[in-house]
């Protein structure tokens, strides 16, 4: 969906109580908000109920959605603000969900450039976003993945957009030391195929 698109959403739940509309907005953002939300509390359970919860918040307080000009960054700071209150409440849970890994999400959300890269290549991509810092890790998700804007992850991080920035470079020089020798050792391979 596009942020015009919705806008039209929230506008249509806000003025018409559409249900319609209010299903799409879940559907579409119901698996972003939900890494997100584990990325913040390791574990799937209450991530699925922050998350639910806040969609709960949203159709209860529909006669408002009209106002809101960038619903990611509502959306996503409402999961943030949940997430911690949650954290603060339960700090004795220190449980990790393992089930939960970064590619579960890829297989269902490859485009076509992305269906292109091999497994092999997917896997080592995956090793070193694993690799990252917890709050580089954090950006480069909400930036890759979920397609937000620099501004947009600042904004639900509450980090500057220079901040932002410099922990995209150290994740894509990370990412870029990671991969270079698969890549390198490829072409060898491809150039050896060759000359056969």
């Known amino acids: 969906m596009k ?3 919705v806008i039209t959403c929230l506008y249509r739940i806000s003025q018409k109580d559409d249900m319609e ?22 574990i799937k359970e209450p991530a699925e109920e922050i998350v639910n919860d806040v969609f709960v918040n949203l159709w209860e307080r529909r006669i408002h959605l009209h106002k809101i000009i960038n619903p990611n960054v509502y959306l996503y700071v409402a999961v943030k603000n949940q997430s911690l209150a949650y954290l603060s409440k339960d700090r004795l ?3 990790v969900d393992i089930s939960l890994l970064y590619h579960d999400h890829l297989k269902f959300t490859l485009d076509p450039e992305q269906i292109m890269i091999t497994a092999e290549m ?11 810092p917890q ?6 998700k909400l930036i890759k993945e979920d397609g937000l804007k620099y501004k947009e992850a600042a904004a639900i991080l509450n980090l500057s957009v220079k901040t932002v920035e410099a922990q995209m470079a150290i994740a894509m ?4 030391t990671a991969i270079l020798p698969y890549t390198r050792e490829k072409a060898l391979q491809r150039s050896n195929k060759g000359t056969l």
């Open 173 to 176: 020089k990370k990412l870029m």
């Open 93 to 95: 849970r220190e449980t």
């Open 3 to 5: 942020k015009h698109e």
């Open 135 to 140: 709050r580089c890790k954090l950006i480069f």
């Open 122 to 132: 997917r896997k080592k991509i995956e090793q070193a976003v694993d690799q990252l």
């Open 21 to 42: 509309s209010f299903k799409q907005l879940y559907r579409y953002y119901f698996q972003r908000l939900l890494r997100f939300c584990i990325s913040l509390v390791h």
